[in-house]
């Protein structure tokens, strides 16, 4: 039982989920390796996708679920290039990471101890607009460093969308992201700087991001990483009271 994947989409797979926690549950199947978790404080959520387009299945033919220390895999394999072999134990008890020179087995963890979702929710989006990661993530990093909190605007209206801090802060910052295919009706929420940089860290290569959300609703981020892996991420809104 294995999958045959290249190095560099397993090791995105793998970077995909450390955003957001270091144990996750791997999902093998017959249509590829797939992943879904939810952060240690249940506002964000990743899914990880390596489609059967850029990976080889043998001898699994049915969903096999194991529990995995994601950083310790991503250790072990961070100097793989080329082609690699997963390879489930008989007891599902472990995996080997094989590039052809090295065979190195990593035990599995228990799945009952990880917290999942059973899917990915459908908040019933509203606003929509495709932006880059190198237009994207200087401007959520700078406004990671100045204020906890994202006033997340979408304008499809007047093809706009702009991030900003309150406007009582010391340090006011107010940026307009260039941004494509917008639809939908205008949208503001508020949202955690630091998630969204994070989010935006690891998307930052990507030429393509699509943003979905609506007013006072999570924002969802997709993208198809370089290597073709699929990538989600949700972040839940803050609700502050007045």
């Known amino acids: 039982m294995h999958i045959e994947v290249d190095s560099e989409a397993f090791l995105d797979f793998l970077s995909a989920i450390r955003v957001l926690d270091n144990e996750a549950i791997f999902t093998y199947s017959p249509t590829g390796l797939s992943a879904i978790l939810l952060d240690p404080a249940k506002v ?3 899914k990880v996708d390596i489609p ?3 990976c080889t299945v043998s001898e699994i033919d049915t969903e096999i679920k194991v529990g995995v220390n994601v950083t310790k895999v991503s250790q072990i394999i961070s100097d793989y290039t080329g082609p690699m072999r997963i390879i489930l134990s008989e007891d599902k008890a472990s995996s080997v990471y094989a590039d052809g020179a090295h065979r190195l087995d990593s035990r599995h963890l228990d799945p009952a101890t990880i917290k999942v979702p059973q899917s990915v929710p ?5 606003s929509y607009a495709t932006v880059s990661g190198k237009d994207m993530y200087p401007e959520v990093k700078k406004m990671n460093t100045l204020s906890e909190v994202t006033f997340f ?3 499809p209206s007047m093809d706009m969308m702009m ?3 309150k406007d009582d802060i010391q340090d006011k910052f107010e940026s307009d992201i260039p941004a494509t295919e917008y639809s939908g009706t205008d949208a503001e929420s508020q949202l955690s700087s630091e998630y969204l940089y994070d989010m935006f860290k690891y998307l930052s290569g990507n030429k393509a991001i699509r943003i979905s959300t609506g007013t006072d609703k999570p924002i969802e981020l997709t993208s198809v990483m370089k290597s073709g892996v699929h ?9 502050e009271n007045d």
């Open 122 to 126: 459908v908040p019933g989006y509203t």
């Open 44 to 46: 964000a959520l990743v």
């Open 231 to 239: 990538v989600l991420f949700m972040l839940a809104p803050r609700i």
């Open 163 to 165: 991030i900003k801090t």
């Open 52 to 54: 059967p387009d850029i």
């Open 153 to 155: 605007k979408l304008y």
